[in-house]
């Protein structure tokens, strides 16, 4: 056990440097800012993945959905699941606000306390549909109510996605 421990520490530090040190061209080269306003208690509940760039902690997933539930401790619940080689896969995880003064930065941990950046970019005045990045431009995802979204709200979405700079050629988009 003390050497398992010891593998997933030593491996999760190395993620961590190896995230310090990308470089900061990369993070400059997009417009990862946030919304200014969040209602917590309305961000709640079940979305659906529309589309995501794809990384290996997600890769082949299918059917994914996200279901965030706050707890009595303002804590957020974080229940990952969806499909990967015809199973069904689900991951807790837990979330945090980082900041009263720009709520629309989170944390989210799978492992241990080891976080990582969740930027509420974009979201509907109904909460309805969001688009969540990071602090680099390697991670993004489109989330939704519903499995799909209607052609003209993926279309604004990807068009305002262009304009902060990222490569919508690159999102997959999640089978529901």
């Known amino acids: 056990m003390k050497r398992f421990l010891k593998n997933a520490i030593a491996s ?6 190896v ?5 900061n061209k990369s993070i400059q080269s997009v417009d990862n800012s946030t919304i200014k ?4 208690t309305r961000y709640m509940g079940q979305w659906y993945e529309i589309a995501r760039y794809d990384h290996s902690f ?10 965030y539930r706050l707890l009595s401790n303002g804590k957020i619940e974080v229940t990952n699941s969806g499909m990967k080689d015809g199973k069904f ?3 807790k995880g837990k979330a945090r606000q980082v900041s009263i003064k ?11 306390w080891f976080y990582s950046d969740y930027y509420i970019m974009e979201l509907d005045k109904n909460y309805n549909y969001v688009v969540v990045g990071s602090s680099s431009d390697k991670y993004l995802w489109i989330l939704s109510r519903t499995p ?8 604004s979405l990807l068009s305002k996605i262009s304009e902060r700079g990222y490569d919508t050629t690159a999102l ?5």
């Open 102 to 112: 720009d709520p629309g930065k989170l944390e989210v941990s799978f492992f241990l």
């Open 37 to 40: 306003q969040l209602d917590v």
């Open 12 to 17: 999760g530090l190395l993620m961590f440097v």
């Open 148 to 155: 799909q979204l209607e052609e003209d709200i993926k279309q």
């Open 89 to 91: 896969k689900v991951k």
């Open 19 to 23: 995230a310090s040190c990308s470089s």
């Open 172 to 176: 997959y988009f999640v089978p529901q």
């Open 58 to 67: 997600e890769k082949g997933m299918t059917h994914v959905k996200a279901n």
